[in-house]
């Protein structure tokens, strides 16, 4: 009869866990807190530059919530979901005005604030007191969808129910912190989505997917996702002093919050939005961009306008040299434009 399932995944852990992420030295309920909102959707090896940058630049709640968006946007900038750093500013506001600076201490007070679900909540809480709490993150739910062979996506609300009732029968007694980090090592390191490494998985006596066969099939694929095609135009528009226009994007939808080239679907709508002629129209090759519902066709155009001072300029649209763009977020793509202008790859 195998011993318990948290036994044999913390005795794993012991000797194969990873141990020397930068958020576990210290593992601080804000440093828990930001690297669990950065690790949504991303991937660690990425995560580890732009968490090591945050935390020289905003050490804490308070240097967080007193930062501008434009420069809490530009340390976030190539991780994308841009909703989940607009959360993070707002939940730092809150905690200086209503909590002296803090985090609160309990699962309900945390998912009350902005961007913070139950698993994060529970991540922080495990990991900054090493109380055990159940946590269900994308590695998680497939370790345990899995381990039981709970057919259906994980993403769904009846699955998920069941996942979490699952991953509460689980927990230990004690070593919280360890508890969480080592479910989280195993589906990423030994129970991958695929090729999964089941002759060094410390709970494969066990498995249902396993003993079934059916490890390839679980967890069942989330349901496709509609994805429509965008073409835009770009404008790549310089002022004599070598300076760029810039937009800032409305706080919703895509790439909302961060300061882009000007675009729409013509570049006579693009013009005439900004009040100014074009000179020296150079249409550039296109780029291809994807975003998990989108894929994006840009096509710049690089020009001079025609009177700069006629550009209708504003807190939301201006000039800015290569300096001050780097204290801006900007789309990759954009990003990537003006890197090859200011190379001289773009004439």
């Not at 607009?86 to 600076?101: D, F, S």
């Not at 030994?190 to 090729?195: A, E, L, M, Y």
Request: with cysteine; glycine share 8%; proline share 6%.
């Amino acid at each position: 009869m195998p011993s318990a399932f948290s036994d044999r995944l913390l005795a794993w852990w012991d000797k194969n866990g990873r141990k020397d992420l930068p958020w576990q030295n210290p593992r601080t309920p804000y440093r828990v807190w930001i690297s669990e909102i950065m690790l949504q959707q991303t991937q660690v090896a990425t995560v580890i530059p732009y968490f090591e940058r945050w935390m020289k630049s905003f050490p804490d709640i308070e240097s967080l919530a007193g930062t501008s968006q434009d420069k809490l946007l530009a340390h976030w900038a190539g991780l994308g979901y841009y909703a989940r750093a607009r959360n993070i500013h707002k939940t730092a506001v809150i905690c200086l005005e209503q909590n002296g600076g803090e985090l609160p201490a309990s699962s309900a007070e945390l998912t009350a604030l902005p961007g913070i679900g139950l698993s994060t909540a529970n991540a922080i809480i495990s990991q900054s007191t090493d109380k055990p709490a159940a946590v269900l993150d994308g590695n998680v739910r497939r370790v345990l969808a899995r381990h039981t062979a709970t057919r259906g996506w994980t993403g769904a609300a009846a699955v998920q129910k069941k996942l979490w009732e699952l991953a509460e029968t689980r927990l230990p007694m004690n070593r919280g912190a360890d508890y969480t980090q080592a479910i989280m090592d195993l589906g990423a390191m030994v129970c991958s989505r695929s090729k999964p490494d089941c002759a060094n998985c410390p709970v494969r006596l066990d498995c249902e997917a396993r003993l079934q066969g059916r490890i390839d099939q679980l967890p069942s694929p989330k349901p496709a996702t509609r994805v429509s095609d965008v073409t835009l135009q770009m404008l790549i528009l310089k002022d004599e002093k070598g300076r760029v226009l810039l937009e800032k994007r409305p706080g919703t939808g895509i790439w909302g919050g961060l300061w882009c080239l000007p675009a729409g679907d013509s570049l006579e709508c693009i013009a005439t939005a900004l009040g100014a002629g074009l000179n020296g129209k150079k249409t550039l090759s296109p780029v291809e961009h994807r975003l998990s519902h989108l894929r994006m066709t840009i096509h710049p155009v690089l020009a001079t306008p025609g009177n700069a001072t006629q550009v209708q300029c504003s807190s939301e649209r201006g000039w800015f040299d290569r300096e001050q763009q780097t204290n801006l977020g900007l789309p990759k793509p954009v990003s990537d434009l003006l890197s090859r202008l200011d190379n001289g790859e773009l004439k």
